[in-house]
């Protein structure tokens, strides 16, 4: 049995979600349309890079505007080994502290790392 | 066999001389069997059969052989049959026997049509509620039997059908559902020829099947049964007959059973179904027929006249006026030949069509637009006319004023007076809200039914033809009360008045209708055909005049499971005429069909599809039947159900999301990245995901940035604390060496205990990323390995305190300062000692231990605490030099390990950057306080090593590059650097744990010594290696690394012969600070030094550089020998207090001072005696000038080594590499600023160790060590 992820579903309509509100956001400005050409363009420079995990969502999210199956699959595997990581990360903090309890405290302290790995 | 009936029918019939074949085939088997036994027979045959078909054929032979009276055109007949049924596998035991289900009733009729079915081809005329399905089901399951890889295909006309056959068929036989699919337009094309490849029962609609066999997907030689339900459809271009007509095209051997109840209502109707699908036989039953009559349940059919109303019959007068002109023009010009009166849409089609072709011929009549006009009126008119007749004034009075709306008609008849009064009559009669006879008889009709049936239980269906009528009777049914919950079911379309319903909606429909909640549908003829609208018991024909084969299907609504009765309301007039005309008509038909039609039909000579060696036998089976499980939809509901229980939220969740997503935002828990920058310092611990480069990049800016902050103001308070740890430690040494030692060990034990956990896990980090990073040797794992051991050690370093105490009392000498160091070290050897395989992991510990004591040490000075560390590793990998010549035979893994080191202290010294990355580190440590100082040290110089490590296999790999090689030269002579301090604190070490041992290096016995002297050789020759790599590059660049691999095999005997050296060189090291001290030339050598370093910055002459080693080195050997491992422990010692007591600076200075005792030693071993301070003085010159220098001053220096070509002496240079790296990171004014208050605190110092050194035993040397402290605070 394969480990318990995330509903696609769940995702997609998150992603829908942001999709909507971008667009929203975009049509409310827009009168800055020159800006957000300019960002699209370093969005694009960037993809030049090789991009890899969470930046691959944050693409997906900015510049698309659609994702089929496996990039929902795709997407939802990346986060169950984001949060999974993160979430021993911040463990390993708060064991140290002897704390039995997750804070947000924790998860900072890890987080600035935890994002430049993904 | 039962089916030889028919045959004998067909036997004179030369189109059915396959039939006749298979008959005597049929008899010689027979005959056969007789002789024989039949089964053998069967057997013999299946085998030839299955090699290549040839059963079949031997089975003709002999046929042929033994009946050759039959025709000769049979042989080829059969061949070609024979081929085409070799197709198909057959599995030979279940084609002896045919399965019949008696799950239900069995009913004769039914099992005798199906025997029938299994072997020709036949048309099913059954009348509804007969149990066709069960038929086709049998049929159908039979086939799925004895082919087990034939596909099977039932097809039904529409969607709702195809659900409900692949139910029905499921129930009735159990077809596993693995196996079967239904399959509609629905289904992308990819998707069906995938299911057309996996699943062997196909349930489709036929346009499904047509397009699919028509492209392919469907496997059509696969096919051996095709089931075509509501096979009256077959005519014309319908997708049953271009299906079959492809089939047949192929050609494939299939069977085909059609199943219908109204198989035309014609003779030629029925024929070409008949044709269309190549049908042998047809099986017609009736009502009335012996076998049928039980099942049938008695079904009233009650025809109702209904006298047209008044309002009626006027408007149709009208409308006979109006017709009468246009029908007269069209009787003038010879088109229509019948009394207007009996005209109707479909005759007066058949006549315009009649006129067309008259037309074509002969196309001189000019009026040949006129008279279209007229027939286009005429029709539109009489089909008002009958819609008047039949349902009422009120479509017709919408059909007349859409129809007055637009096109010729409009343009013809708006000017019709006639007409338009004819619609205001029809107008005036609306409004007047006369509801037509038929609607008022219907209503008297439905609630009497009511009345004498449960409106619970009783259902009633109307049908109607128009759904503009079906409008009216909801209408109508509307007003009588709420006993009659009635509701229309109608097609899909959406006409221009009405919206269709959609498919969904439908099945609500029919839905509830079953539970209940409706007891009146009111359909079009979408509900006449197929659908098991369940039990009705009254069936309302609200229009008579339709075709009798749809009238059977009405009537088949009813009467199922029990009794039914059908209303007919007729209209008295041309509706009434035409109802019983077609009721006269459908029994002529029926009595075509008699005697399976064979009289009336030409039928189609059909394969048998089972050998006829196969007698199937039937078997009664009762059939456990799972229960049905709709496909795709429910299950994908469950799903969801499933998967939405499982996302409720517990209220405790809940809470969490309101505390971290307040939906007002206020107490919105915002991340921050920036909360905790001490612990970017280090690289976090990591599940699965392991540190990217960026992540890695993002430390050592943090340490960068931290370093710098705190350097400034907590370096010399960490000095200072550490500077008063070490006074306290000398005192007490000195005086009370144990008590004190043991303190200062035991809070230096617990900080680095409380320590030790980080570093341990960072030292695991780092040997695991080196790991990764060298992945050369599988023996880079083992060395991880004891890098975690050596974390153990680590931890057990506080337990080992008064070993450590013990040892340090004895060695009391130089302990103080490395007091850390010490304990580790004591702890390793006790490790190794408890262990023999701890020993090759103790280098390793070593390393960590190294580091820990040594970051004590490094937070005072930073530069200091880079090259402490550096000097640490290196101590270890000198140890291992010199238990080379012990142990030649050393483990790999311990040189590996050892190299790994190296590694580590090149990686760390070889980059500025990560020189000054070291320093950043040092000043965080003694801002945190040295002791996690130490453990960041630790992180950092594994951070460092990672990413040099990477760097050193680049330089080696790229050697050849230049810029690469000189890059290269400086991790070397790092690398070499570390080794050398190591060795002295090895060295040291030893002398402590082992004492007397000192001497003894050689002696395995002692593990500690024994793993330093293992690890050692390997580092020497990487150091080696390194250097020489090193030295060829920058000297020729080109130069391979074979020859480098040479150089080091030669290094390595070097190395060898350094290694009982190396104890000399201990010994030399200690002789050197003794002599150094008793020389006193220290102030006046580091002067020189200064003086030489600078000429060296400026003038960056390699020569300088080269003799000084060299010098050095021949001194050195030949103060080795003299000098004992005590005097190197307290140099060491010196060495570590100096470092410690001084400031950042007194700290580079010791440093230096070690690197330069470090120099000495590995001089010495090269050669002269002379006077070890020079050398020492030289060696901090050139370390200077080294730091002052640029990498290609190093790599001069490097050259005149390596011209002089000892190991030693290239070790050295890398040392002194190492310390240009170093100073190269810092500003040569500071570092010239600070070698020269070094240079006077060292003079300072050495005076004092001079002063104390000159007995040279342990005791003195430890209280030597203690002043220089003093001196350093």
Redesign the interface.
Known sequence: MEEPTFEPDLIHSIMKRIWTLRTLERENVATNDAALDSEVGAGSSKKNRTTSGIYVIIILLTNFLFANASALKLTCELLRIFVTEAVQRAVAIAETEGDGQIEATHLESILPQLLLDF | MESNNPYEILDDDDGFDWEAAAREIDAVCQMRSDAKTNESEAEKVCQKRKGKGKGKQSTLDSFVGIAEKESETNPVRENDAEESICDHHIDNEAAKTWIYPVNVPLRDYQFHIAQTALFQNTLVALPTGLGKTLIAAVVMYNYFRWFPEGKIVFAAPSRPLVMQQIEACHNIVGIPQEWTVDMTGQLSPPKRARLWKTKRVFFVTPQVLEKDIHSGKCLVKYLVCLVIDEAHRAMGNYSYCEAVRELMAVPVQLRILALTATPGSKQQTVQDVIDNLHISKLEHRNETDHDVMPYVHDRKIELIQVAMGQDAVEINNKFLEVIRPIATKLTNIGAINRDYRTLSPCVLLEMREKFRQGQMQDPSHNNYIDVEGYFGVLITLYYIHKLLSSHGIRPAYEMLERKLKQGFFAKYMSKNEDILKARQLMHQSLSHGASSPKLSKMLEVLLEHFKTNDPQNSRVIIFSNFRESVRDIMVAIGGIGDQIRATEFIGQSSGKTTKGQSQKVQQAVLKKFRSGAYNVIVATSIGEEGLDIMEVDLVISFDANISPLRMIQRMGRTGRKHDGRVVVLACEGAELKGYLKKKAKSKTITKHMRNGGINSFVFHPSPRMIPHIFKPEVQYVELSIEKFIPRQNNVRENHLQT?ASK?ELTLAETDLLGK?FHSTGENR?R??????PH??TF??????????C??WM??DMMQRLQGLAACAGNNENSTLQEGRCLENSKPLVSTELDEAKNDNRDTMGRNIDSEN?LKVDSCHMEIEDFVDLTLQDNTFCDTGECQEETADGDETIPETPDAKRNLSNEGAIATEIANSVEKQTSSLAADACDNGMRDEELSPRLTNLIISGVVPESPIEERGKSRNKFVIRGCISPVHLQEQQNAASLSCRETENVIIDSDNGKNVCTSPVNDSDNGKNVCTSPVNETQTPLLELKNCAIRRGRVFVSQIEERHMHIVDPSISEESHPSCGEMSVSIKPARKFKRLRKIEDTESNMNQKNNNIFDSTANFSKPAPATNRKRYKHGQGLRKPANVRVRDFIEEEAEVSSDASVSNDEDAEDDNSVDSFIDDQTNLTAVTQPGASRMDMMAIYRRSLLSQTPISGGPKFSTNFSPDNVTMTANIGESGNSSVNTASRFQTGHTSHSANRTSELISTDCMTSEAGPSTSVPTETDIRSRKRRLTFLNSGHFPSMNLEHEFALQSKKESVNTDATIAVLCDDQFLNTLDLDELEAQATSILKQKSDSSNQKQDISPPSHELNLDIIMTPSFDLGI
């Open positions: 998967s996302d971290y828990c991340l921050s990245l920036i909360a905790f612990s970017q690289p976090s611990r990591v599940h699965k995901v392991k540190h990217s960026g992540t993002f430390i956990c």
